[in-house]
């Protein structure tokens, strides 16, 4: 089960939990500094001032909640968390922390906001001054604005917007498609290679990543530049070409004394 679902169910206890002083198993636990201020017509609850969500699943701390309902108290929709919002599902491999955290329960989505944003999936850690957002139900991510970065085992890439497609296997979440672009250049490291461009694609059906405009791929003391490249995750090979206008330009670098 997923942790957005965990916090659907774990929420259902929360008019028995308002004032637990602690917490048992299979129960949650919220505590306020200033109680919960309810408003039935706008279909929307408020949680106050060093908030502390917590279960046997996941933890939550924020300045203050909103909480949004339908019917009931309990029948909740999303929720959304302000100021020095943090999120720790660690069993489920999800930990993030933000300004501010959206959490779309019937999507399944969630959005962390702010300098400094983390939102770690597994093996996939993703920052931002931006914002990142991660729909469990579609498998899609976006990380957007500046210092945006995504990193798992075996990429670690920068630039303005990385967005993509992730798939469940052997319930580790795995990279299906992935597209990076950045006014300047982004930049992708492997473990053997540097790559920059201005977008760049990744597909895991031909395991290339594709690289566009101002390319460069540096390996060692070798640099290669040109207008189009593309490496082979698989093969470890790559590739870079021109245009008409232009030539495809090797440097190596002489270490001698």
């Known amino acids: ?26 129960e949650t636990e919220i505590t306020t500094d200033d109680g919960i201020e309810v408003f039935q017509n706008e279909k929307y609850y408020l949680l106050k001032k060093n908030v502390i969500i917590s ?35 660690i069993q489920y491999g999800i930990t993030g922390k933000g300004d501010e955290m959206l959490i779309n329960i019937k999507s399944e989505e969630i959005t962390v906001i702010g300098k400094n944003s983390l939102l770690n999936l597994q093996e996939t850690k993703m ?4 914002s ?12 957007n604005g500046a210092n945006s970065n995504l990193k798992n085992d075996d990429l670690d ?29 982004l930049k992708i490291y492997t473990e053997n290679l540097e790559m920059s461009s201005k977008k760049a694609i990744y597909d895991d059906q031909t395991n290339i990543i594709e690289l566009f405009t101002n390319v460069k791929i540096v390996k ?38």
Do not use: C
């Open 1 to 26: 089960m997923n942790i957005i679902k965990l916090i659907l169910l774990s929420f259902f206890l929360i008019l028995y939990s308002i004032t637990v002083s602690s917490r048992g198993i299979g």
């Open 55 to 89: 279960s046997d699943d996941f933890k939550i701390t924020a300045d203050s909640v909103k909480a949004k309902f339908e019917i009931d108290l309990y029948d909740i929709t999303s929720l959304e968390t302000k100021g020095d919002s943090t999120l720790d599902a």
């Open 127 to 130: 920052s931002s001054d931006g």
């Open 132 to 143: 990142i957002k991660v729909n469990n139900l579609l498998g899609t991510f976006e990380v």
């Open 157 to 185: 890439i920068y630039g303005e917007y990385i967005s993509g497609v992730f798939f469940e296997s052997d319930g580790k979440k795995q990279l299906k498609n992935l597209e990076v672009r950045d006014n300047n250049l």
């Open 220 to 257: 060692g003391q070798e640099i290669i530049s040109g207008d189009y490249g593309y490496f082979d995750t698989v093969k470890n090979s790559y590739k870079v070409k021109s245009d008409q206008t232009s030539k495809v330009k090797v440097t190596i670098k002489n270490t001698d004394e």
